[in-house]
C-alpha cells in the first residue's frame, strides 16, 4: 500500500519550490539511492518476489483532483509512490532527482518510459480497452502469433483495477487486488510481444476495405485487419449541481483505493449497492472512523453478493443508511458536506470530505453511431445472435454468413466484456469473452 507521509509544517511566506525542497531534504537523504531503472519493460519482468524499487514522491493538497488523478495513475500501474501533504503546487519528485509541477498523465508515462508510438503500419488485431476482456484478448492473439496492439486511455485493469479485492475470481481463494490482477495480465502480454500504448484515447474509428483504422485523440492512427473493443463502462454521475467541481476533491467514482489510507480517523460515504461498492466500504473501513453506505433499495440482499453481505454486517464501523439518496455538495475548494434525503422526504446535511460513487456506468461508445455500428437504448455494443431481426441477417449485412457470437453488425469488429449488451458483469466472464473473441477473429483472419 502506498505510504502517506504526514502533513509538513507549511509556511504561508514559503513559495512552493521552498516547501517542495525542504520537503525533499526530509524524504531523500543523501544515503538514499540516487537512482532507479524506469520503464515497462523493467517492471517486474519476471514471475517471483518483486524487486524493491524507490518510489515516486507526490506533492500537493489533499483533496486536490491534480493529486489526486497522480496518485490514482501511479496506483493503478503499481507504481510506488509516497505522498506528501503540502499547500503547494501539485508535484512529483522522481528517484533521478527529476521533478516535474503540474504533470499530466502523458508526461508521466513519458518519463516513466511506456509512453510509444504504434511500431506497425498495420496489425493483425487491434484491442480497444485493457480491462480484463482487453487484456485477456491480448494475451490470447499474441500467444497465437497474431501481431496485436493493445490502446487504453488511462491505466490498466479498467473497473476491476480499481478494486481493492477481488475474491469470486476463479483461482485466487484468498482474493487478488484489481491491480495486482491487471499487472499479471500485463506482463502475461508483453511476454508474447503485444505492444500497449498507454494513456492514448481512441476518438473515432474509419472503415476501409480490408481493414479498420481507429484514430486517436493525437491524430494516430492505428490500422488493423480485425478490432476488438472492450472499452468497458464508466461510472455514472450522481447529477448534481457542482459535481464536476468536487471531483477529486472530495468526490470519486469508483472504489478509491488509493485514497483508502487517506481517510484515517474520517467518516467516508459510499453511494451504491453493488459488489464494488462493497468492497470499497469494507476497504475503507480498515482505515475511516466510519463507512456509510448509500442506497435507495430497502437493503442490500438484492444487489450484494452473499459473502460481501455478511461482513458488512459484521463490521461495526459500517452502517448502511437504505432508502436514501445524495441530493447536494456543499464546501468551498473541496467536498464539506453533503445533503442526504431518506424515504420520507427528510433532508439533512452531514460533513464529510470523503464521497465515493459507484453506481453502475456508461459504455464507452460515443464513436460507434459515426461508423453504424449497432447500439441498444443504452448505448452497449450489439453483437451476434442479438443482431438479427425476425430470422434476417443485419441491415446493410455485406456476408453470406451470418455474424459470429460477440461480432458486431460491422465484420470483422468485436465487442468484448463489459461495453457489450447482455454481457455478464464478472471479472471472469470479461476474461472468457476476450479469448473467444480472439477465436473469432482467427475465422475472420482466415477468410471464413
Known sequence: MPKVQPPSPVNPSSDSDTLVDEALAESFPASDPPSWTLGMEAHHAAPGPRPARAPVRIYGPVGNAAT??????????????????????????????????????????????????????????????AGPAGLSAAVYAAADGLSTVLVERWALGGQAGSSSRIENYLGFPEGVSGTDLADRARRQAEKFGVEI????????????????????????????????????????????PDEARFLGAGLYYGAGASEASLTAGEHVFVVGGGNSAGQAALHFSSYA????????????????????????????????LTRTEVTALHGDATLREITLRDGSGRERRVPTRWLFVCIGGEPHTQWAEAIGMARDEGGYLVTGPDLPRAGQRPQGWPLDREP?????????????????????????????????????????????
Not at 480485425?226 to 464508466?234: D, E
Request: aromatic residues 8%; neutral net charge; glycine residues 8%.
Open 197 to 240: 500504448l498507454l494513456a492514448r484515447a481512441g476518438e473515432k474509428a474509419e472503415l476501409e476495405p480490408g481493414h479498420g483504422v481507429g484514430v486517436l485523440e493525437d491524430g494516430t492512427r492505428i490500422v488493423a485487419r480485425a478490432s476488438i473493443c472492450a472499452t468497458g463502462v464508466a461510472y455514472r454521475c450522481l447529477g448534481l
Open 289 to 320: 472512523r466510519q463507512v456509510s453506505i448509500v442506497i435507495r433499495a430497502d437493503s442490500l440482499k438484492e444487489t450484494l453478493s452473499a459473502y460481501l453481505l455478511q461482513r458488512i454486517r459484521s463490521a461495526a464501523n459500517i452502517d448502511v
Open 404 to 448: 459470429y457470437f460477440l461480432e458486431s453488425n460491422i465484420p470483422g469488429v468485436f465487442a468484448a466484456g463489459d461495453v457489450r449488451h447482455n454481457a455478464v458483469r464478472r471479472v471472469a466472464s470479461a476474461v472468457g469473452e476476450g479469448a473467444m473473441a480472439v477465436g473469432f477473429v482467427h475465422r475472420v483472419l482466415d477468410g471464413h
Open 68 to 129: 489526486h488523478a497522480i496518485r490514482e495513475f501511479l496506483h493503478r500501474c503499481e507504481v510506488p509512490f509516497e505522498f506528501v501533504p503540502l499547500e503547494c503546487v501539485p508535484a512529483c519528485e522522481f528517484p533521478d532527482g527529476t521533478r516535474m509541477e503540474r504533470p499530466t498523465i502523458r508526461q508521466i508515462t513519458e518519463k516513466l518510459g511506456w509512453f510509444r508510438n504504434p511500431s506497425r503500419t498495420e496489425y493483425d488485431l487491434a484491442i480497444y480497452g
